[in-house]
């Protein structure tokens, strides 16, 4: 799937991140007049002068520039950058810096599930289709409950712990197409797959014992 095609999906959505005006000078980009200071574009502005900081610090302090001198320095130039940027962005709109910086990871949750919400369903897709081979694979007719039932444990674990590490993947990389920018830095810290990776191993196996559950066979009656 190429770039575009997942920035459309994701802009049909919830929206890429804004790029006009990137730069990577630590200058705050403005935007049009009338845009008014709620909560999900206060939200906006913060994740963009995030980005802005990023992109400054990767081109005048990073690791594969002349200019690199520690990751500590490095750090510092990029919280620099971005509390003037989020001073910048709040003088925009006449409110406190402190309200933009405070915004910033907030109102996630229908972007999350935008990009999420494919993955779980191709899971789930894929836990019924291994469900239904199992059981036919092993008729409780012909073998008994338990030799269904074992391998329903095995493969639930294996369905789960992959899709947990492809989960972060894909989370990864729909976010790097969201905000335009394959630097994640420490914004993967922010993804639900980096914050929830055992409750989301659990929940891929709630849902594997489910479909396994809804597509087991009637028991066998005796010939």
């Known amino acids: 799937m190429t770039r575009a095609t997942v920035c459309l999906l994701l802009l049909i959505f919830t929206g890429c991140m804004r790029r006009e005006g990137q730069n990577s000078d630590c200058r705050w980009p403005g935007e049009a007049a009338g845009a008014g200071p709620s909560a999900r574009h206060l939200s906006e502005d913060a994740e963009v002068a995030e980005d802005l900081a ?11 520039t002349p200019y690199y001198v520690s990751g500590p320095a490095y750090d510092a130039a990029r919280d620099r950058c971005m509390a003037t940027l989020f001073e910048q962005a709040a003088k925009e709109h006449g409110i406190a810096a402190a309200d933009v910086a405070g915004a910033l990871g907030r109102n996630r949750m229908l972007i999350d599930v935008a990009v999420n919400l494919p993955f779980y369903l191709l899971y789930g897709l894929a836990a019924a289709v291994a469900a239904r081979w199992i059981w036919r694979r092993y008729p409780p007719g012909e073998h008994g409950w338990m030799a269904g039932v074992i391998m329903a444990m095995f493969t639930s674990l294996i369905l789960a712990a992959g899709s947990t590490m492809v989960g972060e993947v894909w989370s990864w990389t729909a976010e790097t197409y969201r905000v335009g920018n ?16 055992l409750g989301l191993f659990a929940g891929a196996l709630i849902v594997f014992w489910l ?11 005796p010939r």
């Open 182 to 197: 394959h630097h994640m830095s420490y914004r993967v810290q922010r993804l639900p797959w980096s914050q929830h990776r």
């Open 211 to 221: 479909a396994a559950t809804f597509s087991r066979p009637s028991e066998s009656r």
């Open 54 to 64: 990023i992109r400054y610090a990767d081109t005048h302090h990073g690791l594969r």
